[in-house]
């Protein structure tokens, strides 16, 4: 059974860092992508980072380049997203992502089934 688990939210004040984690359960072998979505009260899901499992190629959209870093984590199939000098509008839910694919970008890669997410927030 496929599922995501996200962990290390918390609050912080503007400037500030989080480091976040997700494990994806039920990939045993092929070309997994995994990524970190977030969604902010009433708005859309929207893409942050992504990479392969492996810890190759990854990739930001341009609104946390510079600030994020997406990882490989220390556990199989694992990635942690370190966020730097946070901003109050990176205050969202943020949702792991894991899909099955020879193309790994933050632009395609598509999530679900969604875990509870983690929830960050940044204070001004």
């Known amino acids: 059974q496929v599922h995501m688990l996200e962990s290390g939210g918390g609050s912080v004040q503007t400037g500030g860092s989080l480091k976040l984690s997700c494990t994806a359960f039920g990939y045993s072998y092929g070309n997994i992508c995994m990524g970190w979505f977030r969604q902010a009260p009433g708005k859309e899901r929207e893409r942050v980072a992504a990479i392969e499992v492996d810890g190759s190629n990854p990739t930001y959209v341009d609104s946390v380049k510079g600030r994020f870093t997406i990882s490989k984590g220390s556990a199989s199939n694992t990635v942690d997203l370190q966020m730097d000098d946070l901003k109050p509008e990176d205050s969202a839910v943020y949702y792991c992502?894991?899909?099955?694919?020879?193309?790994?970008?933050?632009?395609?890669?598509?999530?679900?089934?969604w875990g509870q997410g983690t929830r960050v927030t940044v204070s001004s």
């Open positions: 992502a894991a899909e099955l694919t020879f193309r790994c970008h933050i632009s395609t890669l598509r999530g679900g089934p």
